[in-house]
């Protein structure tokens, strides 16, 4: 198995609720990340998961709470989003050794309404 | 703060041309260089990645880095129309067992019949 998957592959959410996005990887890849990118903008880095620990919170809203449950899976619980948090996110994962090479799974499309 | 500078584009080449993709990056200390190819509505595919000055090769694909003018290129030989697509430029810095990308804003190519 040589991908990141994620689901939902589409989420709409009003902001009152609450959801969570998932990403799984069964590569052995000990280090995951969480990015938004929103419409014709590169990715922006969220958070980092390294050995299943969170090493980088790069100063998001608490309305995202990352967790890492176990290696190959890392979730994104969202509540009380706002309109402006609609965006693609996606997640990442790379491998010791080669922490550089990043690769993605195909994202979530997510709309807060 | 890290800047990776790229020309938005569109770059419009003939199917069969050489496309040729540049980036600039502001960090010297910068060691590690990545280009993702991201289909409109899909995730970034990591297609190439150099660390040292010279050139790399990996089938159609050339990247070219030059430490000393801070300058990262993509060349892509007989290009397809499958190659329209935006090309992201990224640099990446340790972060303790994992890693950080900072992307440029992507150049869009288009690759006419």
């Known amino acids: 198995d040589t991908e990141v998957t994620q689901t939902p592959k589409h989420l709409v959410m009003g902001m009152t609720n609450k959801k969570s996005l998932k990403c799984e990887q069964h590569m052995g890849h000990r280090a995951m990340y969480w990015y938004k990118q929103k419409a014709k903008k590169p990715p922006e880095l969220m958070f980092v998961?390294?050995?299943?620990?969170?090493?980088i919170n790069e100063s998001v809203p608490s309305r995202f709470s990352p967790e890492c449950p176990n290696s190959s899976l890392l979730n994104l619980h969202l509540h009380a989003l706002q309109p402006e948090d609609s965006a693609l996110y996606l997640c990442a994962s790379s491998q010791e050794g080669r922490t550089y090479e990043q690769y993605f799974g195909p994202g979530t499309r997510l709309t807060v309404t | 703060q890290k800047e990776v500078e790229q020309n938005s584009g569109p770059l419009s080449v003939p199917e069969g041309a050489i496309a040729s993709l540049n980036c600039t990056y502001s960090d010297r200390v910068s060691q590690s260089f990545f280009w993702y190819r991201q289909y409109s509505g899909k995730s970034p595919e990591l297609i190439m990645f150099?660390?040292?000055?010279g050139d790399k090769e990996d089938g159609r694909f050339t990247a070219q880095l030059n430490k000393a003018s801070q300058y990262v290129s993509l060349l892509i030989r007989d290009s397809q129309p499958s190659d329209s697509a935006t090309y992201l430029c990224a640099v990446a810095e340790e972060a303790g067992t994992a890693s950080k990308l900072t992307f440029g804003t992507g150049t869009r190519l288009q690759v006419t019949l």
């Open positions: 150099i660390y040292s000055n």
């Open positions: 998961y390294s050995y299943e620990k969170l090493s």
